[in-house]
């Protein structure tokens, strides 16, 4: 919460900052939730961030706003996101994988930490008659060397070249018509309050199909991922077997995850 007391006839310009604040601590509010905090009219809120997205601080979505130049403010590519916290990544990775069985099915998402899975499952060669499901072409064109022992799917759709993945149109429509062991799926956001979500709504579109293919799900996100909240709501936490992230979560985050129901597993 804002330390400083907010009133109606506080200035613009200081009642922004704290609009601003409070967006980027985690990631994305409502006009809603703005307008309790700070004690003004939504219709104040919408003003402030109307002139904010302006000056280029905040994206305007439906119903809030989100930290940077809109959805794509929030994304970095593929390539980028995967030099971040590579080590957390791939212990992330080895604990997914060690959850698959040979002659079981897993869908699996797109992402860095999700690569990172795929990655792990190609190093155990005890593994044989998987399928493996994706709508992320880098992950299966990771996983090609391991067919025959893999059975690679792709769900087809949309290329979106940011994260080269494969998003509706079609790609949705088909993971309606299959239904598997495991899904491993990723996030920009896990909080206590929103769930689990993601950035980029049509991702987050596909990414609860995925959930809701499966038998059972687990939600793979590193530690900065934690005690964020976006736009794009993939499921409910009570939704998920268990998240896997790294020790270097913070201990405030894995408690209040926990208090919630949450199985966080730290690897």
């Known amino acids: 919460m804002v330390n400083n007391e907010t009133t109606p006839d506080r200035p613009a310009e200081a009642r922004r900052a704290d609009v601003v604040a409070l967006v980027k601590r985690t990631g994305f509010a409502r006009v809603a939730d703005l307008s309790r905090e700070l004690g003004v009219s939504e219709v104040t809120v919408r003003s402030d961030l109307t002139a904010l997205e302006r000056e280029g601080l905040l994206g305007r979505v439906h119903g809030g706003a989100i930290f940077g130049r809109g959805p794509a403010g929030l994304e970095t590519s593929f390539e980028t996101a995967q030099q971040s916290a590579a080590d957390e990544k791939r212990r992330i990775g080895t604990a997914a994988a060690a959850l698959v069985t040979s002659s079981s099915s897993v869908l699996l998402d797109v992402g860095t930490t999700t690569t990172a899975v795929a990655e792990a499952l190609l190093a ?11 709508n992320g072409l880098s992950i299966a064109l990771a996983l090609e060397s391991a067919i025959p022992r893999f059975t690679v799917v792709v769900t087809g759709g949309t290329l979106r070249p940011l994260q080269h993945s494969l998003v509706a149109p079609y790609a949705s429509a088909m993971l309606e018509r299959i239904h598997t062991d495991l899904a491993v799926i990723g996030c920009t956001g896990v909080q206590v309050g929103a769930g689990v979500t993601n950035v980029n709504l049509p991702e987050s579109e596909l990414k609860r199909a995925m959930l809701h293919a499966a038998d059972r799900s687990v939600v793979v996100a590193d530690a900065s991922k934690l005690g964020r909240a976006h736009v794009g709501v993939i499921g409910g936490l009570d939704e998920f077997e268990s998240l896997i992230t790294g020790t270097e979560a913070d201990a405030g985050d894995v408690e209040g995850l926990r208090a919630a129901g949450c199985d966080v597993r730290l690897v």
């Open 124 to 134: 155990r060669e005890d593994l044989d008659d998987v399928v493996i499901i994706t």
